[in-house]
């Protein structure tokens, strides 16, 4: 295969989450959560596409909210990419599509490999050779899908009928929605594939049919890319033009209606990660069916998953259930019911719960917070600031801070003084008093920060000098 290099990765992370809740959270979703492994799915999913039939530095379009998590992530596996934001959630079709842009901007030839971000495919090497085989049949002018041969009659996915054959790929004959359990064994029959939602298409041919198919989602992405800026190495698209794009999946938008999809049939192992079901799957399973995730101990029980989050979970005489245990929530089901946790989530929501969206862990550009404690004047807060990072110069209008440091080096401001603190030393900064907390060393710094006022929200924050870029932009006004 020629120019196999020209291969773009194209990743897709504006996703929620919300079937993996109380892990996955709008703040934090699933795609930045580790599942029987030390990386998470985003993180697994970029090393996935490395080796000679990839371009080194792939295209990640995710949300705006998520920026610090994508670059945490990045920097860590030590990649590289070209990290576009979406100021407003558009649905995969308008991501493609700046996607897709961006790289014909880098080479009008290139294919383009768009991925969901969130899904697990641990035979690098299979799915590396899938693409291979594909490229012909995405140069040749197909919007080629990656069909999963199915293992077994599951509702939980879309199907794909193949028709005539193409050098490696079949012309598709239809696209099916997901169907109820009699539907679903007719069609691994008769030799329908999953739909994985996972896409190779080379740029100029998706953007022409996006062109005669969807002009209005083509229209919005040119807008929002050409009106983009820089900030901080991302690449943030234009609000207004971005947010007129239609709301559509790439599926509905152009692969039912485009007589040029096609799919290659796969048999590696694959799961978009749905349901709490799915996540079993993926861990190793004790003597009695059960599949464990952090610290647990389980007496007389069988075939349930259980994932705890630094803390210990116990189970009783329980079977086929599913028991997720976070710091500030619990989720208990039968393995029957897994689909409907999204439906927990809406009614959390219309309930005005935080913990629907908003994880204890509150990342940023300098580190992380986690809310301990709180009162009716007071909250209790664990900040970890990383290596050389500096919070903004800033002041509250109605708090005051006291700062213990528990591990590592401070470097505070308090009015006109700068001085610095190290483990067990404190300070304390007065209501309306510029300050500033930065880490000089070369260990995270831990401390713990006790606020007292009448107001406490997050968006008490006047900010003077800030080395994020967060004083410019209502975007950040939260941050």
């Keep these: 295969m020629k120019n196999v290099a ?12 919300t079937r993996l809740w109380p892990v996955s959270r709008t703040c934090k979703p699933k795609q930045f959560v ?8 985003f993180q697994e999913t970029v090393l996935r596409c490395r080796g ?39 649905n995969s079709c308008a991501a493609i599509a700046v996607g897709a842009m961006q790289a014909y901007a880098r080479n009008p030839d290139a294919l383009v490999l768009a991925l969901a971000a969130d899904h697990h495919l ?32 599951a509702t939980g996915y879309g199907y794909i009928a193949p028709g005539g054959q193409l050098d490696a790929a079949f012309k598709v004959e239809s696209f099916v929605e997901k169907p109820d359990a009699a539907t679903a064994q007719g069609y691994v029959a008769d030799g329908y594939l999953w739909n994985s939602g996972n896409f190779l298409l080379q740029a100029k041919t998706f953007l022409g049919e996006l062109e005669r198919l969807q002009p209005d989602v083509l229209d919005a992405a040119e807008h929002a890319l050409s009106g983009s800026y820089a900030d901080l190495g991302f690449v943030c698209l234009d609000e207004a033009s971005f947010a007129k794009a239609p709301a559509i999946s790439v599926d509905y938008a152009v692969m039912e209606k485009t007589d040029r999809a096609a799919v290659l049939p796969v048999s590696y192992v694959w799961s978009d990660v749905g349901s709490w079901d799915s996540v079993a799957d993926l861990l ?38 599913i028991v997720v245990s976070t710091r500030d929530s619990l989720l ?29 862990q509150i ?23 990383k290596p050389g990072a500096s919070l903004s110069l800033q002041k509250h209008r109605h708090r005051a801070e006291h700062w213990v440091v528990v591990a590592g080096t401070a470097e505070v401001t308090v009015g006109k003084r700068t001085w610095r603190l190290g ?44 080395g994020y870029n967060r004083t410019r932009s209502p975007l950040h006004a939260m941050e």
């Design 122 to 153: 641990p035979d690098a090497q299979a799915f590396a050779d899938a693409v291979q085989a594909a490229s012909g049949d995405a140069r040749d002018g197909y919007l080629i899908a990656f069909g999963i041969r199915p293992d077994a009659p």
């Design 6 to 17: 020209q291969v773009i990765p194209l990743i897709l992370s504006g996703g929620s989450g």
């Design 332 to 360: 208990v089901a039968h393995k029957s019911e897994a689909q409907n946790v999204k439906q927990l989530v809406q009614r959390l929501n219309a309930q005005g719960r935080k913990e629907a969206h908003e994880a204890p």
């Design 363 to 385: 990342f940023r550009p300098w580190g992380n917070y986690e809310g301990l404690d709180a009162g009716p004047d007071y909250q209790v807060k664990r900040i970890t600031v």
């Design 34 to 41: 580790p599942f029987g492994s030390k990386r998470s799915l």
């Design 284 to 321: 190793d399973q004790d003597r009695n069916g059960n599949s464990i995730a952090g610290e647990v101990d389980l007496v007389n029980s069988r075939n349930n998953l259980v994932h705890s989050e630094d803390r210990l979970t116990t189970l009783i005489g329980l079977a086929d259930h």
């Design 423 to 466: 483990a067990n030393q404190s300070t304390y900064v007065p209501l309306g008093t510029v300050h500033r907390l930065s880490n000089p060393g070369s260990e995270p710094l831990i401390l713990i920060e006790i606020q007292t006022g009448a107001y406490l929200g997050e968006d008490d924050i006047i900010r003077l000098e800030d």
């Design 52 to 90: 000679p039939v990839f371009d080194a530095r792939p295209i990640v379009v995710g949300s705006h909210n998520h920026r610090f998590l994508l670059a945490e992530d990045l920097a860590s596996i030590h990649s590289h990419a070209d990290v576009l934001l979406e100021p407003v959630a558009r």
